[in-house]
């Protein structure tokens, strides 16, 4: 027993000592590192400088990037529609037929780098539609619950959501704006789309008329109903009045809930005539912006890092080949 702790006590002072010569050893190293830093002061200074305006000079001659940020809102169903116009758009545009077809020509094309869309992701979106195919609000949180943004992300899901970024990038100011309008116009200019909004802009004609028609009919039973009230005093609104044009007899708040859901529906037919009757809606623009490079893109940072790595490396090799030589 009394060994055994002997032995304990042996291990741990070699484990100590060998602690504090790795700790000796990584403080002289540091020293020394420290000492031939200020040595060599001066010239890790001048290169650190020269770096600078080495850095500086090249990102003054580098080419600057632009982008544009469009949010849009999809009508009509036209979500994959405006994405897959998008993939066409990036894949044809070497294709001189295409860029004639776009009104484009490959001079104003130099300024263009690419187009992108990608959903803007708002759970409230999913929740909704998954409400009105569930009609149940619990089992739909849990629904939603199950998903995460990665699953949401994928191409399936963008019908779900009512918003999305559509993001310019450009290496040139000019021509810009035109090709970004001519863009728009190739995928606004849709056969199809056109003729579907042109059907429902006249189905909504045809149904705002009918219910104005019948908001005026409605308004005339009330006018009947009111002034019966005022003949007999003893009458309640909840009791049936009859109605000599209808067949039916249409109690007084039957007749204002059919009143304010007539007044919904032409509300809602008129929020699509003025704001849905476009295969899409440009909800934000942030006009052209100067592309901003993070600090490891910036040459003014980076240069005189690598000059000091390099030169440092440089040094350290030639001393540890002196070492060598000497040993």
């Known amino acids: ?64 990037q632009y982008y544009q940020e469009i949010i849009i809102e999809p009508n009509v169903g036209s979500t994959s529609y405006i994405y897959n116009s998008i993939d066409i758009i990036n894949s044809n545009l070497n294709n001189d037929n295409f860029i004639q077809k776009l009104n484009l020509t490959r001079e104003q094309l130099i300024a263009f780098e690419k187009v992108q869309i990608e959903p803007i992701i708002q759970s409230r979106d999913v929740l909704d539609i998954l409400q009105d195919k569930y009609e149940d609000k619990n089992r739909a949180y849990n629904i939603l619950f199950d998903f995460n943004n990665k699953i949401l992300e994928d191409e399936k899901y963008i019908d779900f959501y009512k918003r999305h970024k559509i993001t310019f990038k450009f290496n040139q100011k000019d021509s810009s704006n035109i090709i970004k309008n001519q863009f728009f116009k190739y995928i606004l ?34 006018i009947n109903i009111n002034n019966n009230l005022k003949v007999n005093k003893t009458l309640s609104s909840r009791e049936i009045i009859n109605l000599n044009l209808v067949s039916d007899n249409i109690d007084f708040s039957s007749l204002l809930e059919y009143k304010n859901n007539i007044m919904d529906m032409i509300e809602n037919d008129n929020h699509f005539k003025f704001f849905e009757s476009k295969i899409f809606n440009i909800i934000i623009d942030t006009d052209l912006l100067e592309e901003k490079k993070s600090l490891i893109d910036k040459k003014i940072i980076t240069i005189p890092i690598f000059i000091f790595i390099v030169i440092s490396t440089l040094f350290f090799m030639i001393y540890n080949f002196r070492k060598l030589i000497l040993f």
């Not at 002997?6 to 020394?32: N, P, Y």
């Not at 003729?195 to 308004?219: A, H, P, Q």
Request: glycine fraction near 4%.
């Open 1 to 64: 027993m009394i060994e055994d702790n002997k032995e304990e006590e042996i291990d741990l002072s070699v484990i100590l000592k060998t602690f504090k010569k790795i700790f000796i050893w990584c403080l002289e190293l540091f020293l020394s590192v420290l000492t031939f830093y200020k040595k060599k002061a001066l010239l890790f200074i001048g290169i650190i400088v020269l770096g600078v305006v080495i850095g500086y000079f090249l990102d003054k001659r580098a080419p600057k």
């Open 189 to 222: 200019n849709n056969e199809y789309y056109k003729e579907k909004i042109n059907f429902l802009l006249r189905e909504i004609e045809r149904k705002v008329k009918l219910n104005r028609k019948s908001l005026e009919f409605i308004d005339y039973y009330l």
